[in-house]
């Protein structure tokens, strides 16, 4: 293994942090008029998940760092013209689509293993026949290709529909968008402008380009967190990250080499802190791990826990104010009031913050009223109840 370069400076643990919020969208002026195309080229990813609890995750990422724009403008920012694509990241993800290129080694692994999870009777038939209906009558969804499913469990795939994941897999199908939540599917010649339809670049040279945006869009990271941003291997990033261009760093308190961004350290962070809810799926603390070491917040998303042992709720959401992590909302939509089912809050410190969040989100999916349940701790409650009347009436 070669031996890492010695750090070039040192960064204390705030500089870091300050560095990670500009970096993700949270510190300084939004970039407004780049808007949802702008973060997601600037996050190089974003998560896309089926909860939707406030709204979905995918929405929820613009929002954090915009204020309140327009769903459907998000979404059309998103899907029309060749602006992104769904492939596997961090996890399914809505990616640039001058990204493409970059995923051939994925493409290219996935093709060698010769399947996924499911394995098809006749695959070069299947396969044939979805790229043909595609051909004449593209982009489609699973059931107009002829059905997602056998009928029986969610698993229990139809041959159409492991056919065209197969082919989404190795690149010659491309998710252009969703549609009801369904995955809409087209030819990758036809939806991939022709300047990027390519997958001439090796594994290492994608891997250099993964890093290098990675670490871009974190600022500062380690070798954990810019393995993790595009689900890489920790060796994978060791034998690239030298030729990215990223600065090895000394943050203090991490004992663990880093690197940062030279563009990260050319000024120092300055401007506006956002005070925003995040989706547990936003990439500012998709990776717990980072989270808890830059923020010292630790959060688990509890929607899989049974009910009864859940500490925080469903779908807790990171409260962050000042450039910090001061507690979590629990949310829920009943008809026209947002309800803040459980709020957990740091001190008193974060009632206001907490409020205007709760507001400003109840707001931007169409709520007139906010109504706050349970609050911890419980002495936080009334003023809580107050704060978020008085910023929804300011409203």
């Known amino acids: 293994m070669t031996a890492l370069p010695p750090p070039q400076l040192s960064l204390s643990a705030d500089q870091a942090r300050r560095i990670a919020l500009r970096a993700q969208g949270f510190l300084g002026a939004p970039d407004r008029r780049g808007g949802t195309r702008g973060v997601l080229r600037s996050l190089g990813a974003v998560q896309l998940d089926t909860i939707s609890v406030l709204a979905r995750s995918h929405e929820l990422i613009p929002y954090a760092r915009l204020g309140a724009v327009g769903r459907e403008a998000v979404e059309q920012a998103y899907w029309s013209g060749d602006h992104a694509f769904e492939y596997w990241s961090h996890a399914a993800c809505i990616l640039p689509i001058e990204e493409w290129p970059h ?145 090895p760093v000394e943050v203090e308190g991490w004992g663990k080499p880093a690197w940062a961004d030279p563009a990260a350290l050319a000024s120092e962070p300055r401007g506006r802190h956002r005070t925003t809810l995040l989706s547990p799926f936003d990439s500012l603390v998709w990776d717990r791990p980072r989270t808890e070491r830059i923020f010292g917040f630790t959060h688990r998303l509890e929607a899989y826990t049974p009910k009864p042992k859940r500490v925080h709720g469903y779908f807790a959401m990171p409260l962050l104010a000042g450039g910090r992590l001061v507690g979590r909302v629990d949310p829920a939509r009943e008809g026209t009031t947002l309800v803040a089912r459980q709020v957990t809050l740091d001190d008193h410190k974060a009632v206001q913050p907490a409020a205007d969040a709760i507001a400003e989100a109840a707001g931007w999916v169409g709520c007139v009223e906010a109504r706050v349940e349970r609050v911890l701790p419980e002495t936080l409650r009334e003023p809580l109840v107050t704060a978020v009347k008085r910023s929804h009436d300011r409203r």
């Open 103 to 247: 995923f051939a080694f994925r493409r290219r692994a996935r093709r060698a293993r010769g399947h996924r999870w499911h394995v098809l009777a006749d695959a070069e038939r299947s396969c044939a026949a979805v790229l043909d209906r595609l051909r004449t009558g593209g982009p489609l969804t699973s059931t107009e290709l002829g059905g997602a499913k056998k009928g029986g469990p969610w698993w229990d795939w139809s041959e159409t529909k492991i056919a065209v994941e197969w082919l989404l897999d190795t690149g010659d199908v491309v998710c252009t968008r969703r549609r009801g939540w369904k995955r809409v599917y087209d030819l990758a010649e036809r939806a991939v402008p022709v300047a990027l339809l390519h997958d001439d670049i090796d594994d290492a040279e994608c891997m250099r380009r993964l890093v290098a945006q990675a670490g871009a869009a974190m600022g500062v990271a380690t070798r954990a967190d810019l393995a993790d941003y595009h689900r890489l291997k920790g060796e994978q990033v060791s034998a690239v990250v030298a030729d990215t261009g990223l600065v």
